[in-house]
């Protein structure tokens, strides 16, 4: 007997109602209620697994010390980043979902692990795109595995009976929003079968011990598509992003059941597939040999790698009656923030300024140790006068003017003398937990008026 049920769900944060609602209670959106019909039928519900022995097996409880601790035994990606966002590999019956933009690389990044990893068979599963299109596309990546099985297929309940057969070690869904179950009638993509669907997989993941990857979508405003539930039910949710100007790719941890979420892993988009940035803080530098004014470098923070910074700005008289403030890549709000610090804390006049600034690169960088190199590169547009390419800057500001002390200092001043910069500026709190010697200058800042006589 099956019975035919319908609901309203929020398309946006996967909220469930038993009538339409015009806004959605728990996230506030306008018309996102959408009626999905749910016509559950239990029996089929676990085809994959054997029947008999679902029947048998009743969990009992156990002591902690008799659990098998394989649990979190782990496989390599032979992809040395995505290895370490994952905390040291792909844990054995994990569910990870990899959410990104369409066109970011995510079907790319996950084809060469399909094609790098050894000793596994992959079952790489394509709703998106034809075998020959991943052919194509494995050829231009220039890698082959033998043991790599490719299926155009969407229904779960299909790809659990070729996975039976198969026996894979890790399997690949391209993507979530295009698979679907029979136990549910709603559309492929709905939030009801993204929710089932992934709960069927972490089902099959968990139970036959093979890490499931998926894909999913992302909305405009950044989420994964469909619903927040989605992330509750997965192990670990990675994030693919960049911007599609540039090359570069950042590969984040929203949420990592095996690990921690402060890594990050960098990529380069070439012509053959994304390749591992080695040295993250060359990518951020422009080349240049004459020195302009406007630009400062900041000693930032992605993750736990230290990276250099490069923060252009331009300080104009306004044309028109109120002046524009504009940031690419920076908090604007905290732009506003800072010339506002400037304006009374040092006596800059630039409320009638136009002020643009702008990361190279492309990134949208956080970190507030960025505040000393944005100061400065405001007050290098407003004098006009160049700041030396060979110095650096890391330091929060606060709204009295104060250069605070920022985390991980010695990271940071490291990398500075690494990359050949003569002299860092961090703030005067920071030295004293200093412990080793460094051949770079560091120069203290306590208030932001200081940097002014320091640099010009
Ligand atoms: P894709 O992995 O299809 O993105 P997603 O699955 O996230 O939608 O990436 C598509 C983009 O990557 C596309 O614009 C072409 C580019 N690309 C390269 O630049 N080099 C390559 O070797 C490959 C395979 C793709
Ligand atoms: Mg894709």
Not at 330 to 344: G, Q, T
């Amino acid at each position: 007997m099956s019975k035919t049920k319908s609901t309203y769900f929020c398309q946006n944060c996967g909220a469930q109602s038993a009538k339409w609602i015009g806004k959605c209670p728990s996230c506030n959106e306008w018309n996102t209620y959408v009626e999905e019909i749910i016509n559950k039928k239990e029996e089929e519900k676990f085809t994959w697994r054997d029947r008999k022995n679902q029947q048998n097996y009743t969990p009992v409880p156990q002591k902690l010390a008799e659990i098998a601790d394989n649990e979190n035994e782990r496989n390599s990606t032979e992809d040395i980043e995505l290895d370490r966002v994952l905390g040291g590999g792909l844990v054995i019956g994990s569910l990870i979902l990899l959410g990104g933009e369409p066109g970011i690389g995510k079907s790319t990044l996950l084809l060469q692990v399909a094609l790098q990893v050894k000793n596994q068979r992959v079952l790489y599963v394509s709703g998106e795109e034809s075998g020959s299109q991943i052919k194509l596309r494995a050829e231009r990546i220039k890698q082959s595995n033998t043991d790599f099985y490719i299926i155009t297929e969407t229904n779960t309940q299909k790809i659990f009976q070729h996975a039976k057969e198969l026996k894979p070690q890790l399997v690949i869904i391209d993507s979530i929003q295009t698979i679907f179950t029979d136990s549910i009638e709603s559309t492929p993509g709905s939030v009801s079968q993204i929710r089932e669907c992934a709960a069927e997989m972490q089902r099959y993941a968990k139970e036959n011990g093979v890490s499931v990857l998926l894909v999913g979508h992302i909305t405009k405003d950044g989420s994964i598509a469909g619903p927040k539930v989605l992330e509750h039910i997965v192990d670990v949710v990675l994030q693919f992003e960049g911007d599609h100007n540039y090359l570069y790719r950042i590969l984040r941890t929203l949420k990592n059941r095996f690990g921690s979420t402060n890594e990050i892993g960098l990529y380069e988009m070439n012509s053959n597939g994304l390749k591992v940035v080695d040295n993250p803080s060359q990518l951020l530098l422009t080349d240049r040999s004459d020195e302009m004014s406007g630009i400062s470098i900041a000693s930032t923070m992605e993750g736990l790698r230290p990276m250099m910074a490069e923060i252009q700005a331009l300080v104009s008289n306004a044309v028109y009656g109120t002046a524009q403030r504009s940031a690419t890549g920076f908090d604007v709000r905290r732009l506003h923030m800072l010339l506002a610090v400037l304006e009374k804390r040092a006596g800059y006049k630039i409320a009638m300024k136009d002020v643009f600034l702008n990361i190279a690169g492309g990134f949208k960088l956080i970190d507030p140790a960025m505040d000393l190199a944005v100061i400065a590169s405001i007050m290098s547009s407003y004098e006009d006068q160049a700041i030396s390419y060979k110095y650096a800057f890391a330091g929060e500001v606060g709204l009295s003017g104060e250069v605070r002390s920022v985390t991980r200092v010695e990271q940071r001043i490291a990398e500075a003398q690494k990359l050949g910069f003569e002299k860092i500026f961090i703030s005067s709190y920071a030295l004293k937990g200093i412990q080793q010697k460094y051949t770079i200058q560091i120069v203290p800042v306590s208030k932001v008026y200081e940097l002014l006589k320091l640099l010009f």
